[in-house]
């Protein structure tokens, strides 16, 4: 099957076939890479040669969709969180029924990360982004630490601890208190 391959290529023909073959089928059958660390969908060669996304981490854009589903199912780019240069993120479009590759399709909700906080509230009074659900990437949800925790949701170390708010929770320490920090 190789040999005809590589001959049709000779020939000019089916490069699209090569192209398949040599990026994907190839690789995989040669370095197993069948593996896929971060369980986006994807093998971690896929990631590397192909799409150049990062093989860590599900979410390379951190726009709200796994790499695999941009690529298979939305047709979005995984480096881009916002495909169609609207302003949402194309993970926000996703789960509001809006097509993030059509910029005139705009996402419909008043709550458009789905964290409870209404959109007007999270941009009005708490100054987090409406869009994500954890607007300081600490590792707890804007509702988590507005409702439960009682943390700065715009600040990564509410306390100034030096110890992020969701790894004090982790570690079932105060996030908010500056004396209670993971050893």
Avoid at 155 to 168: L, N, S
Wanted: charged share 30%; with cysteine.
């Amino acid at each position: 099957m190789i040999r005809t391959l590589f001959r049709r290529l000779f020939l000019g023909r089916y490069r699209d076939v090569l192209l398949i073959c040599c990026c994907i089928s190839l690789p995989n059958a040669l370095w197993g890479a069948s593996v896929d660390s971060d369980n986006d969908g994807l093998s971690d060669i896929e990631e590397a040669k192909i799409y150049k996304t990062d093989s860590q981490l599900a979410d390379t854009d951190t726009d709200g969709l796994p790499d695999g589903q941009e690529i298979a199912e939305y047709f979005t780019d995984p480096l881009l969180t916002d495909t169609d240069g609207d302003g949402f993120l194309d993970g926000v479009e996703a789960r509001n029924n809006s097509d993030p590759t059509d910029s005139e399709s705009i996402p419909q909700s008043d709550d458009l990360d789905g964290d409870g906080i209404p959109n007007k509230e999270e941009t009005e009074q708490y100054k987090t982004d409406p869009q994500r659900v954890d607007s300081d990437f600490d590792g707890l949800t804007d509702s988590q630490e507005i409702d439960v925790y009682f943390t700065n949701p715009i600040a990564v170390d509410t306390d100034g601890d030096k110890f992020w708010d969701g790894e004090e929770v982790k570690a079932n320490t105060d996030p908010a208190n500056a004396e209670s920090h993971p050893k």
